[in-house]
């Protein structure tokens, strides 16, 4: 029986906290009295019978009718899925979105459907290389629909390729790619890890242009989007995103939405240390935490990125529903706050974060610091309902590694990002104005888009936009253990170790601030009353 | 001369006396057993009774069960790690596919017992079954083996079961005893591979199905595990005097279920329809062969309905899609005008 | 003790050599620099006055030739032994027994060698380009301070012809004047400029100075981004200071020019680039990355010295790019140059200033002076 998350008060005999830093680790010492930890749920059991159970949904979907009786020769059929941005650490194989697919291809064979065209829906995310690819759709289907041009990824640069579904009341305009706006069916294959994805989300953000994403993705919208994970009502995105939502329900194709959940069972037996509870830690789980993070010190950083990201999680699918876009969502966020959900009461003074080595935007790659700033700004610090666990004006503290290193092939609209735009200025919406067209319109990064493996020009900014309302809320923003000259470019206060960021950080919120520590990684969204 | 004449005689003389001795010493030590008899001495028969039928130990009734013993798993592990292993890469060099399938199963715990059902065209198809299953599954794993062939003398036998976990069975109709002794196997976690084929393809095309791997799989509650094999035929097919080397795929298919109230007959047709499908999954791709199986017109195993050399003919054809009409394309020297 | 010369020693050559590749200026302790006592020289001429040094600037050309590195191209337009110093502010005696404040023209072109009828060159006003400069009733020497009949700036008196004595204004102190020299090669640099997009790489003195002109004189025709590559902070602020758009590190720069040019990129090529490129180092990478981001059909301009470079030109040919060279200066140039040292206040370029004495310490600050965030360093003669 899985325990639910919780929050500890630290107090004199709490053992250290364990900490990501980036590939590495390290156990601080919180101040006793005046500190909480918010642990997450245990991981739920996985569905027992998988195909079953999928099978099961496809039969029988919400708010429509069998996934079979839907399809039929000669009809055009779009299956689009979500890109490698996610889960993360990626699934051992299977891969939920393999199984999900080649259940919905068998029924598109049993109806004679021969028109099928897979979309990997990833908006202006990096086109996903060869082994990406067999990895979330097994060797199966890649070898089935690629060499003959079936498979293929989402191109929001080809002005052949897009179609305009329609214009909310607000002036936002659904742009998605044409062979999806042309079809009959279009059968979107969604994994949901956190509570922001899904649901309208996918086909009008992973199939959309950059016109039409820039109506929601822009400084000013993620100010007023309370949070990435909360309440859709209190999120200034999700409002844009379910108004264009409405318009390809109204004037778009026919959406048959397959969402899955995930439990939280992120790192395999080896690095089990992780996910536990310090002081249940056994000899076996010091042992190896001293094992891991001494070696993975004496590693170069190559090395150590590439043991973590060649790591296959064992987390599996805790529920699979399909149907109506809004009806099958609507489950869909039950189970993603079954699994994730925390009680927690009241705000503090500053927040505490370990930054990891992966975020959605460098899966098998390098986080850069601006990817550092939207893990933590955005991604975590976005990790509640209602309320952030910080206060207005409070202190976040973060620890990672910062090094000014980029990766060349996947995020070279970054580098000049860190050097051309951030010296001038660290404004999401300044930045906006002056800087984003220049990025949006520039002919080479869209080649290496279209092309190579790189994301889109405008990219970083959207990264930077995600950590915009956290930029906003705190008072001061300090990285531990960053490279010194890169944390002040973001516009943060670097400091070497933890005491000297609560030092620091005294200017800001007194001598005696109160701290939470969020114990990521395993997923957890704080409900904050 | 007469002097060696004489050495000699004395010589033999004086061997003939140390023979005496030693005749002497072990008549002397012999005495008292010359009056033993039974039980010490075989009993001799008596008139006039009916002496009972000695059991038969060879054929179906082998005695394999010492062969999944600890001592004999040790030997075959080593066995199966090295020699097995080096033996099938270099004969047969297998692709292997499918293998995702059977993660749910290998999820298990604790492990579930499988058939795995392939279809059978040469002697190599064992070992290569041996090699490429999971880990888990190879430490399980007992193998059905024609009783005729297999288990007619006693050396080959006990050869076959230590290397290959081999398990004797009728090829024709399967005897209380065997399925039986089978389903016990089954029943304590032994992983089966049984050839529904029953035997080795005579001319290079599939033959009919029997039902031996649906029985067990209804009475037991274990999956069958539908396997192609593609390949084994050109390298030892049935006939051939020597094996050549080449390559081959293995495809692993979803595990089947008996169904409530399902005979045996419509299971074994589902077996039958699954390894075709695989078949034609492995020689086009799997889209082509799932709506090929919507229609019921993926390429039946057992060939066209011809006779005589268009049989032949269409093998031939059918061999150049799969692995084994993968030849290394020979390095063309073009022409050099200077 | 008060007159610096370099002499031919092979010997303590090969040692300048040695010591300049380990640690930039360090020739100076070991090289055939040396400090002599005073020689009063002969005026060569008719024409000629004895002129007073109160400041002399230590140059990019001085520091090679005392670490042994300058070209030997150099060997027979240059008579030893020879005062170094070309940058000079001093005083001449007037008729009326006064003195004046002269800045001194170094170029010893054909009316200064008493050559008549003068050459090509001369006749047309590029005083710099002379075709006689070993030739003539002089001595070999292209410039006062690298010949063996003029002395140079670094000593007290030294002797020059009167047409190379320009007036210096009252309102310019001394470290103003001594800038108006280098500021006229920077000048003359900037009639190049073409004001689309430019490339200034090295933000020492001569790209600093090259940047300043620009903005002081061609800020009009400005319709592009001017870009300075710049190492050390001080330069940098200087530079952002001086007007340019972007300052970033060497290796910012391919990345700068793409963006601001909107290229594309193959392999290390950039498609387009900067039509401009100023490149005041001098070195086969400063070259070399000029030939990157400089656009089709444009001018790479060698303002800084080079020694002997090794350059990959297939770019060069692919491109129809081109490479200029870029010396000195004209007459005119230096009455533009005293305007634009007015109007900048480049007199605050004159970091530090040591007496003869200390000619070791003033070549090292010189020759690290990015890092150690001066700019101009200049022997100072005033005292005594």
Known sequence: MPRPGFVLEVDRSTPPILFWRGENFSLEKLPADRSRVIYPPEPLPAIKDIDGAIRHALLHPHGQDPLPSQLFAGMKLTIAFDDVSLPLPKMKRPDARQR?????????????????????????????????????????????????????????????????????????????????????????????????????????????????????????TLQNTRSLMGHREHSALHTSIWRLGKVLKDSGPKVFQIETTLNTDMFPEAYSFINKREWEWTAKDRATYLGVSKGLSLLPTKMARKMFHDIQSPHQITSVQAGDTELVHDITLEWVFKQQLVPVEGQTDILTLGIPFVSPYNPDSVMNPILVMCMGLGYLFNMYRNKPLVREGGVIIMTHPTYRDFHPVHHPSYIDFFEQVLPDTTDPVVMGQKWEQQYAEDEWYRHLYRTGNAYHGVHPFYAWYWGAHGQQHAGKIIIVGGDAPTVRRLGFTPASTMDDAFEIASDVVGRAPTITHLHVPSLLVADVS | MSERRTTSVAQLRKVAKVGDAASAAVQSALRPARNLGFPYRK???????????????????????????????????????????????????????????????????????????????????????????????????????????????????????????????????????????????????????????????????????????????????????????????????????????????????????????????????????????????????????????????????????????????????????????????????????? | MSRLVFSRKPARFAAARLAGALMPGKGAAVGPLSLEPDERLPLPGADWVRLRPRLAGICGSDLALVDGTAAAYFDPIVSY????????????????????????????????????????????????????????????????????????????????????????????????????????CAVHAAQRYTGRETVIIGAGTLGLLTLAAITATRDADRHGPIIVTARYPEQKRLAKAFGADVVCSSDELPRWVRSTTQSLVYGDQLTCGAHHVVDCVGSSDSLQQALQVVAPGGEVQMVGMPGNVSVELTSLWHRETSIRGCYAYTRPDFDTAIDVVRRLDLGRLVSAVYPLGDFTDAIAHAASAGRRGAVKIAFDMRSA
Request: contains cysteine.
């Open chain 1, 100 to 220: 999900v697919m080649e259940a919905v291809l068998d029924m598109a064979a049993a109806a004679g459907v021969e028109d099928v065209h897979i979309i990997a829906a990833l908006g202006l995310h990096r086109r996903m290389h060869e082994y990406e690819l067999r990895h979330a759709l097994g060797d199966r289907i890649y070898d089935a629909f690629h060499p003959r041009g079936l498979l293929y990824q989402h191109d929001a640069e080809d002005p052949d390729n897009l179609e305009i579904i329609g214009t909310t009341p607000h002036g936002e305009v659904l742009e998605i790619n044409k062979r999806a706006a042309d079809s009959d069916l279009v059968v979107y294959v969604n994994i949901n890890s956190v509570s922001m994805d899904g649901g309208w989300k996918s086909l009008t953000t992973g199939l959309a242009s950059y016109r039409c994403l820039s109506h929601h993705h822009n400084g000013h």
């Open chain 3, 81 to 184: 032994p020879f005062t170094p110093g070309h940058e000079v502010v001093g005083d001449v005696a007037t008729d009326d027994g006064g003195s004046r404040r002269v800045v001194l023209v170094p170029v010893l072109s054909c009316i200064t060698r008493g050559i008549s009828p003068v050459c090509h060159a001369c006749e047309h006003g590029a005083i710099h380009l002379c075709e006689r400069v070993a030739f003539g009733h002089l001595e070999p020497g292209l410039q006062s301070g690298f010949c063996a009949d003029t002395g140079g700036g670094w000593s007290r008196e030294m002797v020059a012809h009167t047409s190379q004595l320009v007036e210096v204004p009252d309102d310019l102190s001394d470290e103003a004047a001594v800038l108006i020299e280098p500021t006229a």
């Open chain 2, 43 to 338: 009993p001799s028969k008596p008139k006039g009774v009916v002496l009972p039928v000695e059991p038969n130990t060879l054929g179906a009734d082998f005695d394999t069960a010492w062969a999944r013993k600890a001592p004999a798993k040790m030997v075959r592990t080593v066995l199966t790690a090295g020699a097995l292993r080096a033996m099938v890469k270099a004969l047969a060099n297998p692709e292997v596919e499918g293998l995702d399938r059977l993660a749910d199963l290998l999820e298990q715990d604790p492990l579930p017992a499988v058939i795995f059902a392939p279809n059978h065209h040469s002697h190599v198809d064992t070992p290569l079954i041996i090699a490429t299953v999971p880990e888990e599954f190879r430490k399980q794993l007992v193998v059905a083996a024609a009783a005729d062939y297999f288990f007619d003398k006693k050396l080959k036998g006990n050869l076959a079961a230590l290397a290959l976990n081999a398990f004797p069975i009728e090829r024709e109709v399967t005897t209380r005893k065997s399925s039986d002794e089978l389903r016990r196997l089954i029943d304590t976690g032994w992983s089966l591979v049984i050839y529904p084929e029953g035997g080795r393809s005579p001319d290079g095309w599939g033959q009919e199905f029997k039902g031996g791997a649906a029985y067990l799989s209804a009475r037991t509650g274990a999956p069958v595990v539908p396997v192609f094999i593609d390949g084994t035929g050109s390298i030892y097919g049935k006939g051939m005097k020597r094996p050549k080397p080449g390559r081959t795929k293995v495809v692993f298919g979803a595990p089947l279920y008996p169904v409530d109230d399902e005979n045996t007959r419509r299971f074994n047709a589902r077996i039958e329809a699954a390894v075709t499908a695989l078949g034609d999954e492995a020689l086009t791709d799997f889209w082509t062969s799932r709506q090929r199986a919507a229609n019921g017109t993926n390429p039946k195993l057992t060939g066209p309905e011809h006779n005589g050399w268009r049989r032949q003919w269409a093998l031939a054809e059918q061999r150049k899609l799969g692995k084994a009409g993968q030849r290394r394309r020979q390095n063309r020297r073009w022409p050099d005008l200077g």
